[in-house]
Each structure stands twice: as C-alpha cells, then as structure tokens.
C-alpha cells in the first residue's frame, strides 16, 4: 500500500518539477503513437468500409483473419519487424531498426485490425440503413465509402480511441524494434518496464499515473476537437 | 486556439532527430543496473564526443544484435560466449575491461543455512535441499550461464527440480519475483546494491573465486558488416582502457562499497 502512495507522491513531483527526461519520453510516446493512429487509420478505415460493400470470395476469410489479428501478441509483432527490419534482414539497408519510425511500423501492424474489426461491425449496422437509399442514387463504391465514413465517424472515433489506447499501452513490441535507447527511443511504457526491473517501483508507478492522465487528456482533446458530446451534434 | 493545437501537434510530428558522431552499444542488464554507464558515458562523450546509445538487453540477445550486426560493439560476461563469437568471425578480439563478482541472496531466515557455507559449491548443496524456492533468470544471459555452470560444477542438475524456478526474465524483475516468493537468487553485486526492493532479502553467500565477473568489449567485425561503425568503436575501446576511464571505474561507489575492478590489459 505505500507503495501506490510513493508512486502518487513520485508522480506529482515529476509533474511539477516539470522533468525534461519526462517531457521527452511524454512527447515521443505521443508523437510515436499518434502518427501510428494516423497511418492505421488511413489503411484500416476504408478497409472496414470495403468489407462491408464489397462482396469477394475471400471476405469472410479476411473478416476472420482480422478478428483474429485483433489478438496478436504484441512481442510477436515486435520479433517479426525486428527480423525484417536488421541489418541482416530483408529491409536492413534502410536502417530504421531503434528508431522512432520502426516502432511507428510496429505498432501500425497492432492496431490496423483493432481498427478495421471495430470499422467493419459498425458500418455493417449503417449500411443495412442506407443499402437501398444509395443503391437507388446509383452511387459509385467511392462515393459509398465516403458516406458510410462520414456518416458513422462517431463509432470511428471509438474505433480509433480504442486503437489509441492499445498502441500507447504496448511495451512488448516497441521494446524489441525500438531498443529503450535513453534519448532516442524510450518511451512512457518502456521507461516504465526498466524502473520496474531496477526495483524502483515508486518512479515505475510515477510513470504509469502520467501515462494514465496522458491517455485521459487525449481522448478528452479528441472529443473537444471533434465536438461530439454537445448538444445539437452528434 | 484549435489552430494552434494542431500547430503545436504538428511541431511534435516534425521534430526528428539528428545524430552526429553515434555508435550503438549492446549492454548486459547487470552493467546497466550498477549505474556505471552514467558515470561513464557523460565522461566519454566530454572527452571525445562520441554519443553512444545504449541497449540494454540480456547477453544471449546482445550476441544475437551483434551477429546481425545491428550494434557496432557489445559490452558482456560471459567467457565461453564471447570465445564463440570471436571464434565465429564476428568480431576479431575479446578486451576484457573490468571484473565484479556475484553473490547468492537469499530470505533473511535463511532456512538452507546456506550462509555457513565455506564455499559456493556448499552453499548449493544446501539449497538443492528445497527448503525454499531457487530463482533462476533462464534467459541465456551471463549470469544465467554462470549460474547453470556453478551447478554444473556442484555435480548437480537442477533444473527439473519443483523448488527450481526458472523466470525467464532480467536482473530485476528476476530479483522481484525472489523477493515475492522468499527464495534464492544468483546476482551481481553491482545490481543487488542498485536494487531497490530488497525486503526481506540480504547477501548470503560471497567472495568465493568461482564467482568472479570479467566483463569484455567487442568490437563488431566490419568484415561482415561493412556499415558497422568500426572506427567510433575503436575509439571507444581506447578510451574504455584508458587511465580516466579506469580511475573512474575504480572509483565507482554505492553506499561505499567498491564494485567494479578495472583489469583491461594494455
């Protein structure tokens, strides 16, 4: 027990003491993270779409394979980038192994079928709605695409929310591509997992109340700058 | 103001960073934890401005990142290991730079009675009577090969042993899960000292000669690696056996107890 209060006490003083070291890994967790988000939700999201439009032979294949990817274990993930990615590996010349960008790689590869799962259960609801509505306007695949996006953006953005937190939580993947190299690639989750292999509990815990209260005010932002959860909009 | 949050945002975005003079050194965990490397690093980096960047990992994957040649030098301990590699082509000499030991903690009860033991080999023998659980790191890291080769010697395998419990983990977390559970554990002095969990733990076996740690830096062949960064890797091994680097790792204290032997020859 006061080994939370240590970690509240040891929270709030990084807080205030406005801790650069801290400051650097809160903005390249963020930065790392969000351009993740970014890239998975420009590839998962008209992909969910798709799914439910398109009728092809392997569809139900795909929808499952997605399902399941969901589960992946992030370490996996972590082991198989690293592989590509080495010196000895298929992509080494890029040399982009303990970079910030291989770890944006990695985590793209965990969220894009979170993502696209939670896109493609949303829009198939919605698209039982406008089926006859957008088949009579003769709509192109393109402009369905659109509609459904739009029209459904308010579950999107759990979808991306949800992608959010799994890419900001992860430790396993990001720490093998990514190297928790001090002033290159820590990052929260990481400087969180080797303060709890020296036994320093209190900082470990310290961390994690920041990491907490970043996940809170980012989806706070969201939800501000999108202006959902006010009246008259949805 | 949404413009200039997403002005803000998108600075965060752009700002990628340059390095100049870097190299990446693989580490063992138990070097990292002894808090060496901060004492040392800001002292290489004023005198000859290299930066280096760390990667601390376990020595089994600090060999594998220097075969794949995706560190320039590795920083471990373990003798038999660092042979292969040299051995294997992958670098082309072993520098042993400095020396520190392990010692076996334990419960403070101590209920093997393994701390009236005259030698590590006795102090085995008495924890192999499953009193309580042996912790062992079983990560192919250099005290995970050290330990496995204490036991050898012992005449024993207990490896299929119920109160033998493998963690796979690091230093650390393996000292944790020792900690949790009351049980022995083979660690290097430098981390024991750095750790801050040790309740209900202390020292309960040393300074046996079996249990002394030479670690050894190895440059990465650019032989197989022709983008390694040989040169910085030289200059580091130079300065790493120097008299500054040497005062300073002699020097090294936690609670004024000396860790680290400087023994580089030169």
Not at chain 1, 34 to 41: E, N, V
Not at chain 2, 37 to 47: H, N, R, V, Y
Request: charged share 15%; hydrophobic share 50%.
């Amino acid at each position: 027990m006061s080994d939370i209060w240590e970690g509240l006490r040891a929270a709030a003083w990084l807080l205030i003491s406005f801790d650069a070291d801290l400051w650097e890994i809160t903005l390249r967790s963020l930065r790392v993270t969000l351009t993740a988000l970014l890239i998975a939700c420009v590839i998962a999201m008209p992909l969910g779409a798709l799914l439910v439009l398109r009728r092809f032979w392997a569809r139900r294949f795909v929808i499952a394979l997605l399902n399941s990817l969901m589960g992946l274990p992030p370490v996996v993930v972590g082991l198989i980038v690293y592989l590509m990615l080495s010196r000895s590996g298929p992509f080494g010349v890029l040399n982009l192994l303990f970079t910030p960008t291989a770890m944006v790689i990695a985590q793209v590869i965990i969220i894009t079928p979170l993502i696209a799962s939670i896109t493609h259960q949303a829009l198939r609801e919605l698209w039982s709605e406008y089926h006859d509505l957008l088949i009579s306007l003769n709509t192109s695949i393109f402009q369905r695409v659109r509609t459904l996006l739009w029209d459904g953006r308010r579950t999107l953005l759990t979808a991306a929310l949800a992608g959010f937190g799994r890419a900001i939580g992860e430790v396993g993947a990001i720490m093998v591509v990514g190297g928790n190299i001090d002033n290159a690639t820590r990052v929260l989750t990481t400087a969180i997992a080797l303060e709890t292999g020296k036994g320093d509990f209190a900082m470990a815990l310290g961390l994690g109340m920041v990491l907490i209260g970043l996940a809170v005010t980012v989806n706070l932002a969201i939800h501000w700058l999108t202006g959902t959860e006010r009246a008259g909009r949805w | 103001m949404k413009r200039s949050i997403f002005a803000s945002l998108a600075a965060v975005f752009l700002a990628a960073p340059a390095f100049a003079d870097d190299m990446k050194l693989a580490v063992t965990t138990s070097f990292h934890n002894s808090g060496l490397s901060d004492i040392l690093l800001p002292a290489l980096t004023e005198d000859t401005g290299i930066e280096v960047q760390l990667l601390v990992v376990g020595t089994g994957q600090a060999l594998r990142l220097g075969e794949a040649g995706d560190v320039d030098a590795i920083l471990v301990h373990s003798r038999a290991a660092e042979e292969a590699f040299v051995e294997a082509g992958y670098s082309t000499a072993r520098r042993e730079i400095m020396y520190n030991d392990f010692i076996l903690v334990g419960p403070l009860a101590d209920p093997a009675q393994a701390g009236q033991a005259t030698s590590i080999r006795d102090a085995l023998w008495a924890i192999s009577g499953g009193t309580a659980p042996f912790v062992s790191r079983g990560d192919d890291s250099g005290t995970h090969k050290r330990e496995l080769n204490l036991w050898d010697t012992a005449g024993m395998n207990p490896v299929n042993a119920d109160w033998y419990r493998a963690t796979g983990s690091g230093m650390g977390a393996a000292l944790n899960t020792a900690a949790g559970m009351g049980a022995y554990i083979l660690t290097d002095r430098a981390s024991w000292l750095n750790f801050g969990n040790k309740d209900g733990l202390m020292v309960i076996f040393e300074g046996d000669e079996a249990l002394f740690n030479q670690y050894a830096y190895l440059k990465v062949s650019p032989e197989l690696h022709d983008h390694v960064q040989a040169m910085t890797a030289a200059r580091l091994e130079a300065w790493l056996v120097s008299d500054r680097a040497a005062e300073l790792i002699d020097g090294y204290e936690i609670d004024g107890q000396k860790l680290f032997t400087f023994n580089a020859v030169r």
